[in-house]
């Protein structure tokens, strides 16, 4: 299977996480990229800043890029990956679904929408098929689709496993961001440098609603939220790349840590290019995961867990993942490739 695929907002800092992962993907191949007007008409690598350490993929370099409308994209392009600021995402998404793009999308506007699907794989793709209920409501050939924020994925797949097993009541959650999560132009050095910022705009909100939503029931029509209740407080650190996270979890059941650790050794992942042997792995030393030594466990695409401790709060935890992998740019491809065996292409 080669499935031709575009990319929107392909010059920022997940459009180029995702140019390295689709350049040497078996099952796309990338035929289209857009930025915004003053990017469009130069070459990629013009374009681009590139900023990823590793080369620029030569065949993408000198692509073309385009602007952001379905008019500079090839009508026979299957799949759009999409990582434009969420404000022109707003606008220009629906414009792509209704000329009959199917768009995988990781950009905040959406998210929480009633008929669209917000995505991790390994936890919910069940819900993939609310896409049924847009297409009726919007009257699309197209689809959106959406993976969650950077700091909401990190910490999911570990709740996820927590609440098979336990059920989850309550979590609360203080972050530790990397300054590559708020993009390029995100975060200057003087600002962040011998420094650290204790609040990123709508972040706990996203965090609040969208794990509540992650770990939800589809019944086939709707998506009803999960009843924990989900406080968090985030904080962006010098750190270049990977959210650690510091995590206490109660439940209906006492968790202990043995059983924390067993249902997260457990958690599986899914048959799908991308997705990484382990889903999650558990560091015995109480001192990591650590964003440098640990955020690119499993390639990028894995999260790491450690520091385990029961308290009266419930069962501690620090989590950790590369949040323009794992936390954008993989999770993307993976919904992507998700669609594609799920028959949505
Ligand atoms: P970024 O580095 O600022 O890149 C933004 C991209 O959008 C660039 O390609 C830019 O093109 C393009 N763009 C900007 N204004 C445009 C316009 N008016 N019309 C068309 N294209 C336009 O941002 P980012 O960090 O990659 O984030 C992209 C999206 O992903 C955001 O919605 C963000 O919230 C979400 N996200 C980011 C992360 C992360 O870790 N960074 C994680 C999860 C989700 P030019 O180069 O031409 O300006």
């Not at 299957?78 to 707003?90: E, H, M, Q, R, Y």
Request: proline share 6%; charged share 25%; net charge negative.
């Amino acid at each position: 299977m080669s499935l031709r695929v575009g990319v929107l907002g392909a010059t920022g800092a997940v459009g180029q996480r995702l140019i390295q992962l689709l350049a040497p993907h078996p099952d796309f191949e990338i035929a289209a990229l857009t930025a915004s007007e003053s990017s469009a008409g130069k070459s990629y690598r013009e374009a681009a800043k590139w900023r990823i350490d590793a080369p620029i993929p030569d065949d993408v370099a000198e692509i073309t890029v385009g602007a952001t409308t379905p008019d500079d994209v090839p009508d026979d392009v299957d799949l759009i990956f999409s990582s434009l600021p969420s404000s022109v995402g707003a606008e220009v998404e629906p414009e792509f679904c209704e000329d009959g793009y199917v768009v995988s999308s990781n950009s905040s506007n959406g998210r929480m929408d009633e008929d669209v699907p917000l995505i991790i794989p390994e936890v919910n793709a069940d819900h993939v098929d609310l896409i049924e209920v847009q297409r009726d409501e919007r009257g699309w050939d197209g689809a959106l689709l959406k993976n969650p924020n950077c700091s909401t994925i990190t910490m999911v797949p570990p709740l996820g496993a927590l609440d098979e097993a336990f059920d989850l009541t309550n979590v609360h959650v203080s972050t530790l961001q990397a300054v590559s999560g708020a993009g390029y132009d995100g975060v200057t050095s003087m600002e962040i440098i011998d420094n650290a910022i204790p609040h990123i705009g709508g972040e706990e909100q996203k965090m609040e609603s969208e794990s509540r939503k992650l770990l939800g029931t589809f019944d086939g029509a709707e998506v009803s939220l999960h009843g924990m209740d989900v406080a968090a407080s985030c904080n962006r650190i010098a750190t270049l790349d990977g959210h650690l996270e510091n995590v206490w979890a109660d439940a209906e059941e006492d968790i202990t840590v043995e059983g924390a650790e067993d249902a997260m050794e457990a958690a599986t992942g899914v048959d799908l290019p991308s997705s990484p042997e382990r889903l999650i792995t558990v560091f015995e030393e109480p001192d990591r995961p650590q964003p440098r030594l640990d955020r690119n466990i499993e390639e990028g695409m894995g999260v790491a867990v450690g520091g385990f401790r029961e308290t009266t709060a419930g069962v501690q935890f620090n989590c950790l993942a590369h949040n323009t992998m794992r936390g954008a740019a993989g999770a993307s491809v993976l919904n992507g490739e998700l669609l594609a065996q799920r028959g949505y292409i």
